[in-house]
């Protein structure tokens, strides 16, 4: 899967995204054009004043491509059962 940040993962089939609304789906449902969840979600006029570029409020899906098979790894994230990747989207364990 690619992003329109530049950012590129691989990911199970089934590993789960969230779209803006925090609506959960898939990776393989994920198309081009979808917005997903980032990770740090600010007030619409807030800016952090160390930022040096303006804050995302999505991050768009650019390509989704088949990567192969593969062993997939899985783990529980205590309380919230939700992390983010280093591109900044939000996803499920």
Do not use: K, N
Request: hydrophobic share 45%.
């Amino acid at each position: 899967m690619v992003f329109d940040s530049g950012h590129a993962a691989v990911v199970a089939r089934e590993h789960v995204f969230y779209r803006l609304g925090v609506e959960p789906v898939p990776a393989e449902r994920l198309r081009p054009g979808d917005q997903l969840e980032t990770a740090f979600r600010y007030p619409g006029d807030y800016t952090p004043p160390d930022a040096t570029m303006p804050v995302r409020q999505a991050i768009a899906v650019r390509a989704v491509e088949p990567a192969g098979e593969g062993q997939v790894w899985a783990g529980t994230v205590r309380d919230t059962h939700a992390l983010f990747l280093t591109a900044g989207v939000l996803c499920a364990e």
